[in-house]
Every structure is written in structure tokens, then in C-alpha cells.
RNA sequence: GGGCCCGUAGCUCAGUUGGUUAGAGCAGGGGACUCAUAAUCCCUUUGUCGGCGGUUCGAGUCCGUCCGGGCCUACCA
């Protein structure tokens, strides 16, 4: 066997500002199973993550639950750890980048840009929220487009007509965490001048080494093409962070600490087990590999380099970047109780499902993934129930009293062939294309339980002479059983341990699979693993449903002063930044969810297909009753100039013909006309509500002309 | 508008440096067994490999183009 290599693996930091979910458990899976494969293969491996503590949100969240930063994230700290235990994801340790340690790696690797003379100072002028005393990143105001006039924009971009300007130029801004009115501030910042690293940042990232290709692509095609932009590492006060040694009221922005996190976790790992940190991060020898979620590719790709490589730490071996989860196909959301958080997901289901079916979809790119119900209960119960653990449950009691045969006896080269698939497996799980892996373990199980049919191991155990017989079926049967969870512990812990329990013997190195089990005794069947049943999913998504409609009322009661809440980042480890994360305002109205469950979502439908439908503004020229009708009213319609159309609408019970004279409406004006009783309809007018008495017709605001399309 | 990824049986996907009649699992259909968690085993149906054009003796595999899906980013690439 080879030296054993010397690996340092982390994930992505999670932000302290929420609870882990099953999107943020796709990176934890993932990088939990490479690590205990590569434990598994002899290799020297330590497995580091910590909390992201710092930032405004965190400020803001622990503002609204009256507490202080501290307290705050050491208590998100205490269930990031629950629910990552829950789910068998082993850290070597576990930190935070609030830590003594961070701070003195943060000012060491200050002083090294400071010596390359890579800092440089600047004054910024930003929108200032004087009630709270804080300056607002752009996500923090709201106000209206100063090219559209679109109101409710945020301070960035505007998302009627595309226009991206700074938040000191829209109108009307208000503070999204006061409602107040923001005024413009001033204060230095420090930013770091990135563009003179600029050709060594090409040269690794182009490597073809360290990075995936399209995320090479995306580097090259997004940044690297033209001079990089300078990075303004500082905030001003208040802010929750490291204050900057030399620039006091200064804070080092929480993307500068989070990164340093993974150093400042090493060390804790260190001092705890008298290792030297030098040997982890300052040694060619050992390889670094990263683990994170495709939105964080840049601060990983780009400045983390930048970083290592003025600070002279070494490089990452590779940065594995995933895609993002989705349920059924779309992205989680909390209106179909599929955003589930790792909590409730454990109060329903076994978490060794949901790792081995990630481990089934995970193939090493940077594609989303798919959760699908009627899939994962499929594979689960196929796969690890009616394959695997199938072929202990049907043979393990005909040996408990005989245990296994002393020899390994013939068994047609199956166990040898088990054996040899060793490598093309191992190959697959370093990869990071467990898919694969999966696959070819199941191309096992799938050989394996045709033998135990063949051989009739039932028949032969009421045949008392042919107890031996027996015995070798049932030691071969195990034996391959065994050999397949070997090759699965990486992803099933659990399955191990009620495996080790079962034959009495550890399972710990990959070479075991190599060598069959003879000669011992087996203990007594114990039911390994329950079928997936559907109705348990349906559950934990109706629980998921309600917690969020708890919240929403929530949110309503204590609107007064509406908090600004990030704990909807997307599935993806959110490492965070003002300007990454969306700090999406829970709103604080509690409309029902009834309308939608009356009348679901239609399809989807294209862009084209919507400009199929010409929706017009059009004036009510004419309203009459029509004698014999319940229900309709005959309008008659003006698009302007000659251009009138007769439409029969059924909103008799909700408006009175004499209201409706000189009101503009919607109308969908390239319908189809329509042969009624009472004549022809040519269209319809838009309107809302279930019928009768409530019917809404769309309004438009003051200005819009009879004729105007409806874009 | 630009960039990247993807489009193979009903579903999830494999298809190695282009090479013979395109595969697996699941689902579906038929049969067998009864040790096993209504698990297992055997047999079995289905594909204009998104469309078109090109290179080649030969293309799912290379090139071009179009259509469709996803993501990213924007009057910069």
C-alpha cells in the first residue's frame, strides 16, 4: 500500500444566523462521506467546519430576540451541532470564527497584506440609517427606480427596467430596518488591491487542477478577463466582528474572518490533540480540499487564494463546488412545507436515508440535485432494503447456532470479484461521483442475492445431514453482505455498527473487504433498517408546513417593527455577506394560504406563451343589466377611438352598471369570441375572487391610456 | 444581450481516446419461490440517443446551426 496521504477537508462555515436544513445537509453528506473514505483507506484525514458568526445580520437577529451577539450564536451554535450529530456528520472539530484564534490569524494575515502593500484606504459614502445608527448596505433600502420610477426597489438593481445604480440614487429611500428615512454618511474604507495578484489567480484557477472546468469557465468569463475590481475589506461601526487593530471603529468585514475560520479551527483541532499547525497549512505535503455550494464560488476561488498565497499558506488541493438542492423539482420553498429543516427531518425520518440517497445523486459537478418523494422512498427501500440488508435478514439465523464455516468455501469467484471492484469503487468516492459508486456497490448486491437463491439455504436447513452445506451457503452470503457494507460505511455509519454488532468484529479499513470473515460466530438478527414509508415524508412536509405558518403569524403579531431576517438563503452552506445574502423581510401580513390550495398553480408557461394573451386597458363605455341573466352584466368596451368591443362579464352580484360607466378595466382583448345566450362576447375582463358577491376587478393606476397594452 | 451546463427507454441515469445488433436500476407485463422488512429470483416490452447539416469507411460520441431546459451575469466579457 502506498503512504498514507495527509488530507485536511472542511465545508463551507454555516452562517449563524438559522437553522441547518436539508439543502445546507447536501454539502455536509457530501463532504462527511469523502472524509470517512478517505479515514477508511488509511489516509490521514481531519474533517474542519466552525460557525460563521459575524456580519449585520447576526447583529440585527440578536438585537430582535433582546440578547446579546454571544449569546446568540452560541446557542445557533449548540443546534448546528444537534442537528450535523443527528445526521452522523463527524467533525474533527467544530469551531467558531468568533474565537481568540481567528483573531490573531486575521491580524496576521492583515500585517502580510499590509506589508505587500496591498491595502489601500478610501473614503465611501453610503445611505445611513441614523435611528439605528448603522450604515445600510444596499439590500437594507427600498425605495423607487430612479429611471422607472418602479417603486419598492431595492438599493442595487431595479427589477422593472433592469437599471442597476448605487442606493444613494433612488427616490424616496426608506430603511428596510426602521422604515425611517436614510441619510448620506461618509467613512473610510480599506480595500484590498486584488489586481496585483491578478496573474497568479489566472494561473491557478486555470490550472485545471484545482477546480472544476465550467467553474474555470465561469472565473475566466466573469472576472479574470478584465483588471479585478479592488475589494473593500472594512465596515464601520457598529458592526459584529474583529475590530481592525490599526483602524479602530473599524471591523474587517465577515468574509475576510469566515475563510481564516478554517485555520482558526485547525488550531483548536491542534492544540487539543498536540498537533502542529504548520503541518496542516503550511506544508506542501498535505492536501486541502474545500467543500462548497456553487453561490459562494468566488470568495473561494478568487480572494481565498489571494489570501493563502500573500499570507503564504499553502494553496487548495481542490475546491469541490456543488449545486443547489431542490424538491420535486423546484427550489425549496416555504408555502410547500418542502424548506425542511434537519431538525424535523429527524423527528420523521432515519437520517441514513437521506445520506445514502444524496450519496446516490451526488456526481461530482456542479449540477443541482433533485429530492423527489416517490424516488427516494423507491431507491431506499430497492436499494439499501430489498438488496442489501436482504441478504443478512434472509441468511443470518440459519448460521446464529453454527456461525460462520472455518474455511471460506467456493462460492464462484464472487467474494474475489466483490474484491477486485474495490478500486473502480474507491475510485468513484474520490472523485466525488458517489452516483457511480453506488451503482457499482449495488451491481454486487445485485449478484449476491440470485446466489442465496440458487443454493436454497431453507431447504438444506431442515435437512440435518447437510448442515455444513448450509453453513457455507450462509458464510458466503454474509461474507458478501459484509464486503457491500464495507463498501457503503463511508455513507451508512449506522448500518456498520449494527453490522459490527451483528459478526462480533470492527469494520474500519477498506482492506477488509478483501479478506473474507471465516470462523466466527454470528449473533442473533436484529431488524436493521425500517422500510421508507411515504406517509412518513407527507408528515414531516405537513410539519414543515405549519411551523412556517406559526412563524408567519409570528412575524405578524411583532410587526411593529419588522426585523430583517436572512434564515431563507438558499439551499446552499450560506457563508454570507451583505451583499450575498438576501435579507428577505418575512412580511409581516399572515394572509391565508387558503385562495392557493382552492385554485393550485397552473403550469408553467414561457414568456412566449404569456405574450400570446394581449391583456388591454380598456374603458367601460356602456354597462346594462341583461334582463334574464343571474350573473352577467353586458359591457361595452372602448380601446380608444373607434375601437369598442361587447363583452359579457359575470360580475352582476359584485358591481352595480352604473358604478362601472367610465372606469378603466382589464380586458383580454385577443380571446376567442364567444356565442352566448345573450349575444356575442368578444373577451374578458380580469378579475379576482370566487364569485358571486366577490368578484374584484383589476384596477389601473391613474395615467394609463384605454388601448395600452399590459406588458 | 452575453457566458456556462444540460437534453439517451415512462422515471433516474451509464455510455470509456468516434468502431460491430445503444445499456443499467426503478416502474410496467408474465412466471417462480417462500428463508427474508408484500422483501427475492427468472423471463419480458419500450428508444428517429432534442432537430437539421457537416467531417469520417464509420458518430449518442467530433464540428456547425437551430429548438428546448437550468443556472450565472449584465447595455463589459
Known amino acids: 500500500m502506498s503512504t498514507p496521504r495527509r488530507i485536511l477537508v472542511t465545508s463551507a462555515l454555516p452562517y449563524a444566523n438559522g437553522p441547518i436544513h436539508i439543502g445546507h445537509l447536501v454539502e455536509y453528506i457530501q463532504t462527511d462521506i469523502w472524509v470517512r473514505f478517505q479515514k477508511l483507506r488509511g489516509n490521514e484525514c481531519i474533517y474542519i467546519c466552525a460557525d460563521d458568526t459575524h456580519g449585520t445580520a447576526i447583529m440585527m437577529s440578536a438585537q430582535r430576540t433582546q440578547c446579546t451577539e454571544e449569546q446568540w450564536i452560541k446557542q445557533i451554535q449548540q443546534e448546528h451541532m444537534r442537528d450535523f450529530a443527528g445526521f452522523q456528520i463527524e467533525f474533527d472539530n467544530y469551531g467558531s470564527t468568533n474565537c481568540p484564534e481567528n483573531y490573531a490569524l486575521c491580524k496576521e494575515f492583515w500585517q502580510a497584506f499590509k506589508d505587500a502593500g496591498l491595502i489601500e484606504q478610501r473614503e465611501v459614502t453610503q445611505l445611513f440609517d441614523d435611528q439605528q445608527g448603522i450604515f ?54 480599506l480595500f484590498i488591491m486584488i489586481e496585483q495578484l491578478h496573474e497568479f ?23 479574470l478577463h478584465e483588471p479585478l475590481r479592488d475589494w473593500d475589506i472594512s465596515r464601520p461601526a457598529p458592526y459584529f466582528g474583529f475590530e481592525i487593530p490599526d483602524h479602530l471603529g473599524h471591523f474587517w468585514f465577515v468574509w475576510w ?50 489570501m493563502l498565497k500573500v499570507a503564504d499558506y499553502t494553496l487548495p488541493t481542490k475546491v469541490h463546488i456543488h449545486g443547489f438542492l431542490t424538491v420535486g423539482g423546484k427550489k425549496m420553498s416555504k408555502r410547500d412545507g418542502t424548506f425542511i429543516k434537519a431538525e424535523t427531518y429527524l423527528k420523521h425520518v432515519d437520517p441514513t ?79 466525488c461521483n458517489y452516483n457511480l459508486a453506488m451503482r457499482l456497490i449495488m451491481e454486487l448486491a445485485d449478484e449476491a442475492n440470485p446466489y442465496v437463491e440458487t443454493h ?42 449494527k453490522t459490527e454488532s451483528l459478526l462480533g468484529e470492527q469494520l474500519n479499513s477498506w482492506e477488509q473487504a478483501k479478506i473474507p ?27 414543515t408546513r405549519e411551523e412556517n405558518d406559526a412563524q408567519a403569524a409570528d412575524a405578524a403579531k411583532s410587526m411593529a417593527n419588522p426585523p430583517a431576517e436572512s434564515t431563507e438563503n438558499q439551499p446552499a452552506p450560506p457563508e454570507t455577506d451583505d451583499a450575498a445574502t438576501e435579507p428577505t423581510v418575512d412580511h409581516p401580513y399572515s394572509d391565508s394560504d387558503q385562495p392557493l390550495k382552492d385554485e393550485p398553480l397552473a403550469d408553467e408557461i414561457s414568456f412566449d406563451d404569456f405574450m400570446k394573451v394581449d391583456l388591454r386597458v380598456a374603458r367601460v363605455v356602456k354597462a346594462e343589466h341583461v334582463e334574464e341573466a343571474n350573473k352577467l352584466l353586458k359591457l361595452t368596451l372602448s380601446l380608444g377611438g373607434d375601437e369598442t368591443r361587447q363583452v359579457f362579464a359575470g360580475i352582476k352580484q359584485a358591481y352595480d352598471p352604473a358604478d362601472l360607466e367610465g372606469r378603466l378595466v382589464i380586458m383580454v382583448a385577443n380571446l376567442a369570441a364567444r356565442k352566448m345566450r345573450f349575444g356575442l362576447s368578444e373577451g374578458m375582463i380580469a378579475a379576482a375572487g370566487p364569485g358571486g358577491e366577490e368578484v374584484f376587478m383589476l384596477a389601473i393606476d391613474e395615467g394609463a391610456l384605454p388601448g395600452q397594452r399590459v406588458h
Open 517 to 543: 470473515l471465516t470462523g466466527s460466530p454470528v449473533a442473533k438478527f436484529n431488524h436493521m433498517l425500517k422500510r421508507l414509508e411515504k406517509k412518513d415524508l407527507q408528515t414531516m412536509i405537513d410539519e
Open 257 to 306: 474572518d469566515a475563510p481564516i475560520g478554517y485555520i482558526a479551527s485547525t488550531q483548536q483541532y491542534c492544540a487539543r490533540t498536540g498537533g502542529d499547525l504548520n503541518s496542516w497549512w503550511k506544508n506542501i505535503d498535505t492536501e486541502i480540499h474545500h467543500f462548497i455550494g456553487k453561490d459562494i464560488t468566488y470568495f473561494h476561488t478568487l480572494f481565498w487564494p489571494a
Open 136 to 189: 445600510l448596505a444596499d439590500r437594507f433600502v427600498q425605495g423607487s427606480c430612479p429611471h422607472c420610477d418602479a417603486e419598492d426597489q431595492y438599493g442595487d438593481s431595479c427589477d422593472q427596467c433592469g437599471a442597476t445604480y448605487s442606493a444613494r440614487e433612488l427616490k424616496n429611500p426608506t430603511s428596510t430596518l426602521t422604515g425611517s428615512v436614510p441619510i448620506e454618511k461618509s467613512a473610510d474604507h
Open 456 to 497: 436454497e439455504p431453507w431447504k438444506l436447513r431442515k435437512d440435518p445431514a447437510r448442515q455444513d452445506e448450509l453453513q457455507n451457503i450462509c458464510t458466503v452470503a454474509i461474507n458478501l453482505f459484509r464486503q457491500i457494507i464495507i463498501y457503503l460505511s463511508p455513507v451508512l455509519p449506522e448500518l456498520v455498527e
Open 201 to 223: 489567480l489566472s494561473d491557478w484557477s486555470q490550472s485545471g487542477e484545482h477546480l472544476q472546468t465550467e467553474i474555470a469557465n465561469y472565473l475566466q468569463g466573469h472576472f
Open 353 to 431: 436515508y437521506l445520506r445514502y440517497f444524496y450519496a446516490s445523486k451526488l456526481n461530482g459537478k456542479v449540477d443541482d440535485l433533485d429530492l423527489n418523494i416517490e424516488e427516494f422512498v423507491a431507491k431506499v427501500n430497492s436499494d439499501l432494503v430489498g438488496k442489501v440488508v436482504n441478504l443478512a435478514s434472509r441468511t443470518a439465523k440459519f448460521v446464529q447456532e453454527l456461525g460462520l464455516a472455518t474455511k471460506y468455501p467456493d462460492d464462484g469467484g464472487l467474494f474475489a470479484q466483490g474484491a477486485a471492484a474495490g478500486e473502480a469503487i474507491a475510485e468513484a468516492y474520490e472523485s
